[in-house]
């Protein structure tokens, strides 16, 4: 990689920057030349049909895939690379770690630390990774609770909790940090239907904090009205980008007008 990348200052807090992103596994490409945007605040939603990328390319906003061409930035820092004499040159893993203290993550299956209780789950990062102290970090992380409507379930284990409310205290533990960024991977996508909704609430309480939000998920209504941006991916390209109105109501392109007829029209017929 050779790319030089001029930083700028910026006021802002969680701009996220990704310029010619390419990824492959082996012989398959599964993103091209990605170009995006994200202001500090904004509600990024990611639409796309299995296998076209969308979970790839979130995964490499925190270098938990590494690009093999372009870059990323977070408010005008590299992600996973440091540039150097013209060059770009891999982080060490310490300081990859650090980078992804600023970059909260939940996942499809929680991630949760069987093993730990609810509050020793929230509050792990910022001791260990922070330094944060203990007693300070376990307030923050009683406040989070509250937050996500678990405030009685601090001592519990993850297994004695439903699906909906693991995912919950995931959340929580992704803000635990205050990161300038959260990424959701498909938050609802192992959920059984009716625990569906006490999670979209709680990241609809999130989006109107401004914080930055980058969510790749199935629920077409939730992104109507939590999104101020969709994007539509498709074979690793982006081929729509707009608000909730232009890309769910107005597509441009036939690929999107071809998956929105799937997965809106038959929700008419239940």
């Known amino acids: 990689m050779s790319l030089l990348v001029e930083n700028q200052p910026t006021t802002s807090r969680g701009a996220v920057s990704v310029r010619g992103v390419e990824k492959h596994y082996g012989n398959v490409q599964v993103l091209h ?3 995006l945007d994200v202001a500090p605040g904004e509600v990024l939603v990611i639409l796309g049909p299995s296998g076209s990328g969308k979970s790839t390319l979130l995964r490499t906003i925190n270098h938990l895939e590494k690009v093999d061409k372009g870059t990323i930035a977070i408010d005008d820092e590299l992600i996973g690379y440091r540039a150097r004499h013209g060059k770009l040159h891999e982080l060490r893993q ?7 203290t600023e970059v909260g993550m ?3 299956n929680f991630n949760l630390f069987g093993h730990l209780t609810v509050l020793q789950n929230i509050i792990e990062a910022p001791v260990h990774a922070r330094k944060i102290p203990r007693a300070q970090a376990m307030a923050r992380a009683r406040e989070l609770l509250e937050r996500v409507g678990l405030a009685d379930k601090e001592a519990a284990y993850p297994r004695q909790l439903s699906g909906g409310q693991q995912q919950r205290v995931a959340i929580a533990r992704a803000l635990a940090l205050e990161p300038k960024v959260v990424l959701f991977d498909e ?3 192992a959920l059984d239907p009716e625990l569906v909704t006490e999670v979209l609430d709680v990241i609809r309480s999130l989006a109107e904090s401004g914080t930055t939000l980058i969510i790749v998920t199935h629920e077409i ?3 109507r009205d939590v999104a101020d941006r969709i994007l539509f991916v498709d074979a690793g390209r982006v081929i729509e980008d707009g608000t909730p109105e232009q890309v769910l109501a107005s597509p441009r392109h036939e690929r999107t007008k071809a998956f929105l007829s799937k997965v809106i029209e038959p929700a008419f017929h239940i």
Request: net charge negative; aromatic share 10%; glycine share 10%.
């Open 94 to 100: 310490a300081e990859v770690l650090a980078q992804r």
């Open 106 to 108: 939940v996942f499809q």
């Open 33 to 35: 030349g990605i170009d």
């Open 221 to 223: 209504g939730f992104a």
């Open 187 to 189: 938050p609802t996508s």
